[in-house]
């Protein structure tokens, strides 16, 4: 499924596959597509990294802007975040320009 989001006012698109938001997410898989969780609501919520390979978390708000990224590279028991969509990309899915530009950032609980 095509998935239009906003950043800085420029329409980014991406394949996703739309999940629900009890499921476990990138959790105990090797492999998987990007995921799209929508919460029905602009909320706090957390999520867990305990059982996942490295991912880039993307936080959206109601109408859809980015609102926060950030590279979750080692295991973390909580990871608090805001918003309504959240969208988790594994690393190994980004192109090398991306993953470069993601991984010289600082781990999620550093931003």
């Given at each position: 499924m095509k998935f239009e989001y906003y950043v800085n006012k420029k329409i980014k698109k991406i394949?996703?596959?739309k999940v629900s938001q009890f499921s476990t997410g990138l959790m105990f898989r090797k492999t998987s597509p990007t995921l799209l969780f929508d919460l029905g609501r602009e909320k706090a919520f957390s999520i867990t990294s305990i059982f996942c390979?490295?991912?880039?978390v993307i936080l959206l708000d109601k109408n859809k802007n980015k609102k926060k990224s950030f590279d979750v590279l080692k295991k973390r028991w909580s990871i608090r975040c805001f918003g309504r969509y959240l969208i988790e990309v594994p690393l190994n899915n980004l192109n090398s320009d991306e993953k470069s530009k993601g991984l010289n950032r600082k781990s999620s609980m550093d931003n």
């Open positions: 394949d996703i596959k390979k490295p991912f880039r």
